[in-house]
């Protein structure tokens, strides 16, 4: 009897452990705040080139009789400096959407699709690069077909555009593409196996990582799927799901690890205070302090030693939208 009792304790010290290093590690990281946007906006896209943010698209606001009013195509470019914690106002989008796609490459900014109307709707197939240099705007060749929330990343000098849907009842594509600037033409990759949007997008080691997302036309839907796809042999492959199924966060590539933040909407209408990053170096994920208010489709960029989430909205929908810049830092 004693020594069954000495093996309970030692399985409650061994559980009491674990559970004591999951708190930590969901409670590693700090939170802090810098300059805000210069307005409230969600559903737009992030991109980084010569340390700075470029916060490109998404739903805007104006205001009529006294009251903010989402503007869901006015195409705001707007670049944030760390250096100097300060925001700048550039030239828009020729035509802009919220839920577009967006790569840096070379110096260039790529933005594809996404919608032009309010909830998924009016989806389009444009694509077009901006120069920051001169800032400056150029169409290029569409996209094969109109889509909201395609993931974009660059790698080996081209542009790959993933999935995406037409318009919400539709569902998710699982269409795959890749631009070439050198020849300025796109061409079909291997599809996604699961086809989804509002997805987490990252590239390691010269592999694209797909996380998460919405593959249904349910307007709220979650998956905690994860895909890797290899431009050498032109293939995808599973890997470890994130541990919360979860579409419509931010993601950025930190640390080494492929964050993924907030989300739309839990069960009892909250949108997702989540902060769960995925290690290629262990093939792990792990938890962290999550974000100080639940939010979904705000943008993500890492600069240095801190991760920026910016703006998006508090409530479900496009309701509720934020100028925040949160800074999260890991020690």
């Known amino acids: 009897m004693m020594k069954l009792g000495v093996a309970l304790c030692a399985v409650m010290a061994v559980a009491a452990a674990a559970l004591s290093s999951v708190h930590a590690q969901q409670t590693q990281g700090t939170w802090s705040k810098a300059a805000p946007m210069p307005g409230a906006r969600n559903e737009m896209r992030a991109a980084l080139v010569d340390g700075k ?8 606001q104006t205001m009529q009789d006294g009251k903010a009013v989402n503007v869901n195509n006015a195409g705001v470019n707007q670049v944030y400096d760390p250096a100097t914690d300060t925001w700048r106002t550039l030239a828009p989008m020729p035509q802009g959407s919220n839920h577009p796609g967006i790569a840096a490459l070379d110096g260039k900014i790529y933005v594809a699709g ?13 694509f077009y690069v901006y ?3 001169n800032d400056t705007w150029r169409a290029l060749p569409p996209l094969s077909s109109p ?18 849907r037409t318009v919400n009842a539709d ?12 020849t300025n033409r796109w061409t079909m990759a291997a599809p996604i196996p699961v086809a989804r949007d509002h997805v987490g997008i990252g590239v390691v080691d010269g592999k694209i990582h797909i996380y998460v997302g919405r593959r249904t036309d349910a307007i709220m839907s979650k998956v905690a799927l ?6 050498a042999t032109d293939r995808w492959t599973s890997a470890p799901p994130m541990p919360t199924a979860v579409s419509s966060g931010s993601f950025a590539h930190y640390r080494g690890m492929l964050f993924y933040l907030g ?53 479900c929908g496009a309701t509720r939208l934020t100028t925040d810049t949160l800074v999260f830092t890991l020690p």
């Open 147 to 164: 889509r909201g929330s395609p993931a974009l990343a660059a790698l080996n000098g081209k542009v790959h555009a993933i999935s995406g």
């Open 53 to 60: 943010i470029y916060v490109i698209g998404g739903n805007s």
């Open 226 to 231: 994860h895909d890797i796809y290899d431009p």
């Open 171 to 182: 569902g998710a594509l699982p269409v795959h593409e890749v631009y070439d600037p050198a």
């Open 131 to 133: 120069d920051p240099a």
């Open 114 to 126: 996404g919608f032009e109307g309010p909830a998924h709707m009016r989806s389009t197939d444009r």
């Open 263 to 315: 989300g739309e909407c839990t069960d009892d209408d909250r949108t997702f205070d989540v902060n769960e990053a995925f290690d290629p170096r262990i093939g792990r994920w792990a938890r962290y302090a999550p974000l100080p208010a639940g939010r979904h489709a705000s943008a993500a960029m890492a600069v240095g030693d801190k991760l920026y989430v910016i703006g998006g909205a508090l409530g």
